[in-house]
Every structure is written in structure tokens, then in C-alpha cells.
């Protein structure tokens, strides 16, 4: 037996992930084309945090496989609260044929992979969201062509899920990756280490800087997330004040190439992290981007599922 999961952006090698956003192209394209979730089979869609996007992109995904989307409410399934992790997750396996989770804890998710017998994607952790950037990095194909080669720079919270995801899922597809962000908000020494293992093979590469003119200057993509990801409320007034001088405004992204990108995951907060200007400007993708969503989820469980076997 053999189960796939998708749980952070390194569980797919260079190849797999150029495979997967050539699906995703292909799903985009052709929305009905795959139907690996006929029958129907359910995928069980468990949230312990807030979403919009990640919901509705999922629910729709999964009917457009074919498939029936099967809401858990996190709160009242208290997963690892009324039972544990390993007792939901047998269960969960029994009933659909994929369980996506967004939670908390990265280690909760590993468990849940480890027992629930079905492939288990990561709807986002407090350590990554992969799925967010199957979906940017095909943003990003869309309009700047092969990925290879491009520079990327994320500014702003750097050690928040989309940070470390954009360390890992940049370097896999063989981009220069840029970090700028205030001391204590870079990923971690591993995450990076991690990401040059990934870059040595691909020809990408992965820099730490905390000047944000210095990071976007000449960078074909750029990327903000919100300064206080879920969880982090309580930290606000701190994080307002750390963050500022990373605010992605049109004079920072003048500092790009004349053609660059901007992207931001969403709910974004105009005036904060990015300026209504850039958000709402020519250069902005995030529609397209949050449109993705569908399309590289749909990837993603179509390719688990054709890799894994009962
Ligand atoms: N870093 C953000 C991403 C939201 C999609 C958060 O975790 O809240």
C-alpha cells in the first residue's frame, strides 16, 4: 500500500511539481477533464482556522472531479481535543478518500498522514501552505512564462507559513528566492538550508535579506502576506510596528522589473502590507491568483490519488 500526501511544498520533487502545474494548466483549461473522485467519493474539508478561499476553492474542486465535498467543522469534531489525532484520522479513512486539513500544528498533520490510510493535504499549517503556492507559482507561469531563473522577493513576515512555503516551493522550481524581512521574522535556519539542498539541484538559490528596497530591486516577482497570520492576533500591535517599513507601496515595487508581478495569498490589508495602489494596480495578479486555487488543488489531488494505492 502506498499513500501520497501533500503536507509541505518539499513532498514533491522538481519534476512532480512541474508535472503538477502542467495538470493544473491542463484542469484550467479543461475543468471537467479528470474525474478521479466519481462515484461519488468525499474528501472531508476540516478547518480549524478561518477561510474563505481555501473552502469554496476546495468544494468546487473536489464536484468538478467528480467528487462530493464533505465539510468537518473543526470545532465540533475537536479533533485531538474529544480524540486523538491518530483515532480521527483511522476513522476519517474509512469514510472518504481524501481528508484536507487546515490546523494549527504541522507535527498534528504529520500524525493525521500517518494513519488515516488516504492521501492528506495540508490546507494550511502555521508552517506552510503548499497549496497556495501550487496555485501562485502557476499565477506566475501564466504571466511570466518558465520559472527557472526568475527572482522572486517576499517581503514582510518571512517565518509565517506563506514564507516558508515560497523558501521551499520557489527553490524547488528553480527560482532565486529572496526573503526581506525584520530581524526575528526569517525562516529558520533549517527552512533555509533545506531550501539551497532543493536549489543546488535546480539551479534557484535562497538569500535572507532585511532591506526590503534591496530585495525587490530587479525582481521579476513580488510577493506580501498579511503582517499577523491567524493565530497571531494578540501580537498585532507589535507586528503594526516591526512590519512598516516592509509595506509593499508603489515606490518599493517601482523598484522591480518594469514587468513585474505582485501577488498576495489574501485577505489582504490595504494600507498595512500592501498599498490599495499596488493591490488594486496594473501589476497586481492576485485574482487570477486566488482563481488558481481550484485549478492546482484539483492537481494536487488528482496526482495523490493516481499515485497511491489501497
Ligand atoms: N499567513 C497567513 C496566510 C493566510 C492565507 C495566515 O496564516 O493567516
Request: aromatic share 6%; net charge negative; with cysteine.
Amino acid at each position: 500500500m502506498t499513500t501520497r500526501h501533500f503536507l509541505r511544498d518539499d513532498d514533491v520533487t522538481p519534476a512532480e511539481q512541474a508535472e503538477l502545474l502542467d495538470l493544473a494548466a491542463t484542469l484550467k483549461a479543461s475543468p471537467w477533464s479528470r474525474r478521479p473522485l466519481a462515484g461519488p467519493k468525499s474528501v472531508a474539508m476540516i478547518f480549524d482556522k478561518p477561510t474563505l478561499r481555501t473552502q469554496v476553492s476546495f468544494g468546487a474542486g473536489i464536484a468538478e472531479l467528480g467528487g462530493n465535498p464533505m465539510l468537518v467543522e473543526g470545532k465540533l469534531a475537536g479533533i485531538g481535543v474529544r480524540e486523538s489525532v491518530e483515532d480521527v484520522a483511522r476513522v476519517l479513512g474509512r469514510q472518504v478518500s481524501v481528508v484536507v486539513w487546515r490546523t494549527f500544528f504541522q507535527a498534528d498533520l504529520d500524525t493525521m498522514a500517518a494513519h488515516a490510510g488516504v492521501p492528506v493535504v495540508n490546507a494550511l499549517t502555521d508552517d506552510f501552505h503548499p497549496c497556495q503556492l501550487v496555485a501562485d507559482l502557476l499565477t506566475v507561469r501564466e504571466h511570466k512564462g518558465d520559472l527557472a531563473g526568475l527572482t522572486v522577493a517576499f517581503v514582510g513576515d518571512g517565518a509565517c507559513n506563506m514564507g516558508n512555503s515560497w523558501l521551499l516551493a520557489g527553490a524547488t522550481a528553480g527560482m532565486h528566492v529572496r526573503i526581506a524581512a525584520p530581524s526575528g521574522y526569517q525562516p529558520s535556519e533549517a527552512m533555509y538550508a533545506r531550501a539551497a539542498e532543493i536549489a543546488a539541484t535546480t539551479g534557484g538559490s535562497a538569500t535572507a535579506f532585511d532591506d526590503a528596497e534591496k530585495a525587490v530591486a530587479g525582481a521579476d516577482v513580488v510577493v506580501t502576506d498579511t503582517w499577523i497570520s491567524m493565530g497571531k492576533e494578540a501580537e498585532e500591535a507589535d507586528r503594526t510596528t516591526v512590519f512598516a517599513p516592509y509595506s509593499l507601496t508603489t515606490e518599493l515595487m517601482a523598484l522591480a522589473e518594469p514587468d513585474a508581478v505582485a501577488l498576495h495569498c489574501l485577505p489582504a490589508y490595504r494600507g498595512k502590507e500592501i498599498a490599495a495602489e499596488v493591490l488594486d494596480g496594473p501589476q497586481s495578479v492576485v485574482w487570477d491568483e486566488a482563481e488558481n486555487r481550484r485549478h492546482a488543488q484539483k492537481a494536487v489531488m488528482t496526482f495523490l490519488l493516481e499515485r497511491s494505492s489501497r
